[in-house]
Every structure is written in structure tokens, then in C-alpha cells.
């Protein structure tokens, strides 16, 4: 996929999140995109669909993305 058509699915997906996991994954987004000034758009946009689609299915399960990952959204731990 492109970046623009990430960036749209990714908006979309969003709101399927709670508010409290909306938060933790708006802060990471801000964070990854701030950090990644010299990587493709492309790329930080399909590393933004991932992780996004992993907090979906965590919340699915009931796990919060903070769970999830951690509670430090600029430092995750990996669930794997």
C-alpha cells in the first residue's frame, strides 16, 4: 500500500480503539513519526498500520494496548 492509503486505513482503524488505547497508540504514532525523519513515509505508515492492527487484536482479547506493549508508549515491549 501506498503512504496515503495507509495513513487513511489507519485513520479508520482508529476508531475502532477504546479511548484509553487511542491515547497510548495517538502518543506512540507522534513519537515513531517525530523520530523517523529520514525513513520513508511508506514505511513508518505500514510500522504504524502493525502495531495498530496488534492493539486491535489485543483489545479483542481484552488486553489494553498499555498491557499490551507497555506502559511507556516511546519504549514498547514486544509481546514476542
Do not use: C, W
Not at 515513531?32 to 495498530?52: H, V, Y
Request: proline share 4%.
Amino acid at each position: 500500500m501506498n503512504s496515503a492509503t495507509l495513513i487513511t486505513r489507519n485513520n479508520q482503524l482508529r476508531e475502532e480503539l477504546t479511548s484509553e488505547n487511542k491515547k497510548y497508540y495517538e502518543d506512540l504514532m507522534v513519537y515513531i513519526r517525530s523520530k523517523s525523519t529520514f525513513k520513508r513515509e511508506s514505511d513508518i505508515e505500514q510500522i504504524l498500520f502493525d502495531i495498530l492492527t496488534d492493539i486491535i487484536d489485543a483489545q479483542s482479547n481484552g488486553q489494553s494496548a498499555r498491557n499490551y506493549f507497555g506502559h511507556d508508549p516511546k519504549r514498547p515491549q514486544m509481546p514476542f
